[in-house]
Nanobody, 127 residues
Framework: QVQLVESGGGLVQAGGSLRLSCAAS????????MGWFRQAPGKEREFVAT????????DYADSVKGRCTISRDNAKNTVDLQMNSLKPEDTAVYYC????????????????????WGQGTQVTVSS
């Protein structure tokens, strides 16, 4: 089992930056695909970014591509999301998620691929 705890959210002005971090427990963190999702009030949870086991393959939602970078440190059991040039429409609760994978080059965009979820961290971008 994997437990996930997000941190780093907060209030920031448009154009600013935030770095979200997710700390994972469990011995097999390095064999999980990791992802970030977000959910704004009244909207469905949406994919933001994902990263494979080794951290050499990533994918991003079009809405954040070029502004966000996902990274992981398997030695520290952490996955981060660096967000730059933030916009008011980035306001949401951001969730970290872990999904098992058989192959090292796998990553997932679909929420149902993920088994474990954190409690979320609020990001608010003011205009």
């Amino acid at each position: 089992q994997v437990q996930l705890v997000e941190s780093g959210g907060g209030l920031v002005q448009a154009g600013g930056s935030l770095r979200l971090s997710c700390a994972a427990s469990g011995r097999t963190f390095s064999s999980y695909v990791m992802g970030w999702f977000r959910q704004a009030p009244g909207k469905e949870r949406e994919f933001v970014a994902t990263i494979n086991w080794g951290g050499d393959r990533t994918d991003y939602a079009d809405s954040v591509k070029g502004r966000c970078t996902i990274s992981r440190d398997n030695a520290k059991n952490t996955v981060d999301l660096q967000m730059n040039s933030l916009k008011p429409e980035d306001t949401a609760v951001y969730y970290c998620a872990a999904g098992a994978a058989v192959y090292s080059n796998t990553y997932y965009r679909d929420y149902y691929r993920y088994t474990y979820w954190g409690q979320g961290t609020q990001v608010t971008v003011s205009s």
